[in-house]
Structures are given as C-alpha cells and as structure tokens.
C-alpha cells in the first residue's frame, strides 16, 4: 500500500504532460480562513521552510505540493555505485547531489536545492499570472518536493477565505476565493483538510463551513485545529480536541505553529517539533500521542492511501472507459492523408451510397424524430399529394349558368335539341387543368426533400467528409447542381401529362359512362315524377307568358343593346334546362374522376423515373467527373485546422489514458490490503 501515493502522484504528472485533468484523483485540499496558519501546518509536514510568508492574503494561486519520500543522499550514492540491490535503484534519482531538493512543473529539469529559492519562484510564478497587488488566480502551481524527511502525500493549498479586497483584488474576492475552494473540495474523491485556529470559535469556522456544503456526512474531511499555544490564559481545546464540541468523523488534531518571532529568528523546524511535543505533553498530556505535526503527516499519509485504496477500483473504471471513448473519437478524426485519389474516391463512394440508402430507407442512420428519404416521399406521393387530388371538386367553380352559357355559346344561332359535346369537352378541360398545380407542387417537395437528405447525409456521413470543409461544400454543390438540372426537366414531363389528357377527351374510355345513357337516365328520373306531354305543354305556355328576362327577347318599348345583356345572376330554370345542366354535370364529373386516378398514379411515377431514380442512377458517376481531376485533389482535401488540432490533442490525451491505465496495471490487488 506504501506505492498507492506515489502512483497517483505519477498519474498526476501523466494527465498534466496534455493539460488537463479529465480524472479526479484522490488528494488533500488544504482550507481554511486567512492566517489560520495553513502555511505553518504545511510547512511543519515538510520540515523546511519554502512558502511565502507576510500580512494580509499570500497563498494568491492553488499550490499543488507533491511529497516524495527519498532515500537519504549517502544511501542513493552508495545505489548509484551498484553496492545496494537492484531493486532500490528506481529511488535513487542519479545526479541529483542533495539531501533534499524541489522541481516545478514549469521549470522543465531545474532541480532547486536551496528551498529560499523555491520561495522566491512561487512568488514570481504567482505575480506572473495574479499580478503584485494581492490578485488572485485559479491557474495551480505544481511543486514536488523529494526528502527522506517527508511521508507520501499530495496536498493543494489554496488561497485563504478573506472577507475584505485589498489592492487591486476585486471586489467579489470573497465569492471568488470560495468558488475556487469549492470547485477543488467537491472533487468526491479528494480529502478535506480543514485548518482552524484554537484562538477562534469553532463554529464559525469557515473552512468547516464550506467543508459541510461539499461533504455534509464528514466522511472526506479532518479538522486540524492550531496555534493551541495562542488560546487565552485559563482556556483549552480539550473539548474541541476530543470532538465534544463539534464532531468530525476522521478527526481532530490540534498543532502549535510557529510563531513570528520564530520566523524573524530562524527557529528550526525541529526545534519547533520539539517544543511543540512539549507543549502538548505540558498542557494536554492525555492527547499528546494523538496530536502534533508528527501525528498529523502520518494521519494525513494513512487516511490518503486507504481512500487511495478505495478509489483505485473506479478509477481504473474510469480510465478504461475514457480510453475507448478517446480512441473512437481518434478513429473518427481517421488518418492523415496519404494518397489522395483514393481518399477522394472512398470519400465520394461513401457519400454516394449513403444519399442512396437514405432514398432506399436501409441508411444506418435512421431518424426516429421525424420522416425522412424515401419514407417522406412515399408521404409527400400518397398523403399529401393524394389528399391534396382527392379534396378537389369535380365540379368546383362551374355554376349552373356557366354550363348553360357554354351549352349556348357551343351551338351557336340555333336552339339546341341535344346537348352538345364541344361543351362538355370545353367545360371538362377546365376542371382537368386544376391537377396540373399540385402535380407541380408535388415535384416541388420531393425536390427538396432530395435536397433535405444531403444535409441528412452530411450529418450522419463518416467524419471523412467532416474533415475536409471543401470537399464537403464541394459535394453539396454538385449535387445540388444535378437537382437544379433535373427539376425543369420534371415539370415539364408532370405538365405534359396534364397536357395530354387535355388534348383528347376520350370519351369511348372502358370507364366513362356514355352520354346517351346519362341522358336517357335524366329524362327517366323527371317524367317519373310528372306526366312528360302536358309538362311539355305548360311549359310552352309559361314560356310564351312570361316576361323578357335571361336570353329571351327583349320588350318592344325597351332600347336594349342584346350584345350587352347580362345573363341573370340567378333565376329559375326550366325543366330541358334543368336536364341538360344535370347531363353536362354528370359527365364532367366521371370523366374527372377518370382523368384524376390517372394523374394521382402518373405524377408520382414520373417524379420517380426523372428526378429520384436519375440521380440515385447518375449521382456518383456526376460526383466524380466533377471532383476527381488531378488539380482539384490538393485543394479538396485540405484539412481544417480545428480537425487536424482535435486529432493532435486527442492523440495525446489517449496515450496519457494508455500510460495511466499502465500505472494502474502495477498495483496488484493483492496488495491493496
């Protein structure tokens, strides 16, 4: 268990090499208020003094400290010199000639021995990016430090809680500073250390405060309370200490820090360990052995590694389900370009296949949102185009009159004993040429769903296409163009069918009803009701006596002009009238029908055979005679710059997962426990 630390540690360092931290790793997060003494307690962990020390916030950046225990120097040279086993060799860390010694993350191979100049880099590395007037910045500062002094940790000290901005800190820096806590505590898989001073009341603490926001069970968190040696006269912590006061479930340490003066003359940290253990045996004799910088490093290294243990199982679950993840979106991206043609031409194929497929309704890709292809055109051809024949009138816009004034315009001077046929014929195309706009407007949807399906394809096509924004755009083009060339051709194939049943009326078709009959039917229908001779008489009689009106004669004492003479807006009709309205009617009406089933199964066979079929036919063969020529390739085929960026990154980011899960690999299981 003793190698759990160091390989997060090293897990750590792999995922910072991409920039990025896509796995929560287990970690101790230093908080507490401004001056609690986070800097003491972390220092007092390490043995040596190296944090920037001063009134007012000085922790501006989150500090990610990584301990490493070490060999001590005389050891590691007698390892180096090959009179130590083989094994120990991996901690010998050759060439580097100190006792004890630190690195930053960006200070690439600079070792620093001398610990004041570590110091003096976390200062110039926080105003780098915080400024030099107290600002503040989320952007962490990664320090290892190597001593055969330390035990195993990782702990982030963060920015203290300040209430108040100071120079040019804005005036949210409260906010600021705890959602930067809060965004590294609720890490699940990180450890609280929440630091509060004993000279303070506990439950105002607002590291334990915003310690209970992220972890209100206490599972994650320890108290350590310090500067015991600065509490009233008369006062103690023992209640605080003992968890009487507020109980937190992995504990309560309580430490001495050191105090100014110290600092100002350089006390070392082993004599301050001294007095402080002496101090403890002095004024809390039954918590000495549970308390104090000693107790706390090897608290911290134990709770770490057993929450290290426990966490181990879903982070090898996470990183095998990233890497599978990562490696489809590498797959994706697809291979840097070599031969071209051929690129192109799988490139082309692909597209092809899947516009055609779409058509076909056997597309991988299948919308489950709305129709789409074939499927709406088989909507557009029997629902809406058929709904659309189905709802209009056989005898829609033809009044009575209208057919009355064609009866007599058709036969000319003389009165009519039968119904002529050039008026049925002049009145039946009329409503036949009615199908010929939603027959046009039929070709019109299916022209753009074709156009609807190459984004469809573009959308679901491999990311081959996706790579190349010209080539893509190119495409679009080309078949866009091909639709563009094809759809006149279709209407005028959809107007020549309307064309052609106007230009012969067959009316000796299987299906229409012969005038003679609907005639003979009519004139059955009337004398049933009335005795056909004398309604022929009184009906002669009532002509003669009934005043000028529609087209009979003028008055004699009225000056009318009878190519002016309106007919009548509305009268009653008489009873031959009557008929052949009705015959007229009839006949129009199944002669529509008959035109309207023929229409309703052409247009949709012809829309397929010009438009659909042509280009599922042509449209490969059109994409490569216009894209495949050997100047166009280059130019084609030019990655984006997003695409080839994405594909670096996520290149780097799967072997970062290959190598984790490879550090990961190491541990057995066996020695988990």
């Known amino acids: 268990m003793e190698n759990l630390i160091p390989t997060i540690n090293r897990l750590q360092e792999v995922f910072l090499t991409v920039g990025a931290e896509i796995i929560q790793l287990p970690q101790i997060v230093v908080v507490g208020s401004q001056s609690s003494g986070k800097s003491s307690v972390l ?18 950046r989150p500090l990610v400290l990584q301990l490493v225990n070490v060999a001590p120097l005389q050891e590691r040279l007698k390892i180096e010199n090959g009179n130590a086993v083989k094994q120990n060799a991996q901690n010998s860390y ?25 110091r003096r880099e976390i200062e110039a590395e926080t105003e780098r990016s915080s400024g030099d007037n107290k600002g503040i910045s989320p952007e962490p500062i990664y320090l290892k430090i190597f001593s055969p002094k330390v035990l195993n940790l990782t702990l982030v000290d963060l920015p203290g809680i300040t209430k108040v901005p100071v120079g040019d800190q804005p005036e949210d820096i409260e906010s600021q500073v705890q959602e930067m806590i809060l965004s590294f505590i609720s890490n699940p898989n990180s450890l609280i250390l929440a630091v509060s001073p004993a000279n303070s009341d506990l439950a105002t603490s607002d590291a334990l405060k915003l310690a209970r926001e992220v972890d209100p ?37 309580g430490v001495v820090n050191r105090s100014q003066h110290d600092i100002n003359t350089q006390k070392s940290l082993e004599d301050s ?25 090897k608290t911290l290294s134990r709770l770490l590694m057993h929450h290290i243990r426990d966490c181990l199982p879903d982070l090898k679950t996470r990183v095998t389900v990233l890497s599978a993840q990562y490696q489809a979106r590498l797959n994706s991206y697809g291979q840097p370009v070599e031969d071209q043609s051929a690129t192109l031409l799988q490139i082309v194929t692909k597209f092809a ?28 051809f029997h629902e809406t185009f058929g709904r659309t024949l189905q709802s209009i009138d056989p005898l829609g816009g033809l009044t009575e009159l209208d057919i009355l004034t064609a009866i007599r315009n058709a036969t000319g001077p003389r009165p009519a004993l039968f119904v002529p046929e050039v008026s049925f014929e002049l009145l039946v195309k009329r409503q036949i040429k009615r199908l010929e706009e939603p027959s046009l407007r039929c070709v019109e949807l299916v022209h753009e769903e074709l156009q609807r399906i190459i984004q469809h394809c573009s959308s679901f096509s491999t990311q081959e296409l996706l790579r190349f924004p010209k080539l ?17 051709i279709t209407n005028e194939m959809v107007h020549n069918l309307v064309a052609i049943e106007l230009a012969y009326i067959n009316t000796k078709h299987p299906d229409f009803t012969d005038a003679a009959q609907v005639s003979a039917s009519v004139n059955n229908q009337q004398t049933e009701a009335l005795d056909g001779g004398k309604r022929w008489k009184n009906e002669k009689v009532a002509e003669e006596k009934a005043p000028a009106a529609g087209f009979g004669s003028p008055g004699r004492s009225q000056a009318i002009n009878l190519l002016d003479t309106a007919v009548p807006v509305s009268r009653k009709l008489s009873v031959k009238e009557q008929r052949d309205c009705e015959v007229i009617q009839r006949l129009i009406k199944c002669y529509f029908l008959i035109v309207r089933k023929s229409i309703q199964d052409s247009v949709p066979k012809t829309v397929m055979h010009f438009l659909v079929n042509f280009v599922k036919e042509h449209l490969q063969s059109e994409l490569v005679g216009q894209l495949y020529k050997q100047p166009l390739l280059q130019e084609l085929l030019i990655e984006s710059q997003d695409t080839a960026q994405q594909r670096t990154e996520v290149a780097q980011m799967l072997e970062a997962l290959k190598k984790a899960n490879n550090i990961i690999s190491e541990i057995r299981e066996t020695h988990l426990w």
């Not at 000639?97 to 620093?112: D, M, P, R, S």
């Not at 755009?473 to 006149?488: M, Q, W």
């Open 472 to 488: 893509h755009d190119s495409i679009v083009e080309v078949v866009t163009g091909l639709l563009r060339k094809r759809l006149p």
């Open 94 to 118: 050759p060439g580097v000639k100190a006792e004890e010694w630190g690195t930053f993350l960006h200070c690439k191979n600079q070792i620093f021995t001398d610990f004041a100049e570590i």
């Open 353 to 380: 296949s899947d516009y055609c497929n779409t058509i076909e309704g056997t597309a991988r890709h299948i919308q489950t949102t709305e129709l789409c292809g074939g499927a709406r055109m088989c909507y557009i």
């Open 217 to 253: 069970d206490g599972r994650r968190t320890l108290l350590v309370i310090s500067k015991l040696d600065l509490m009233d006269a008369g006062t103690d912590a023992l209640e605080v200490l003992l968890g009487r006061v507020i109980p937190v479930r992995l504990g309560i340490i």
């Open 273 to 297: 360990m001294r007095d402080e253990q002496a101090f403890l045996q002095r004024h809390y004799p039954s918590l000495a052995s549970r308390a104090g910088s000693h107790y706390l490093a």
């Open 43 to 60: 220092e007092s962990l390490v043995g040596r003094d190296f944090l920037p020390r001063g009134s007012g916030i000085v922790t501006r």
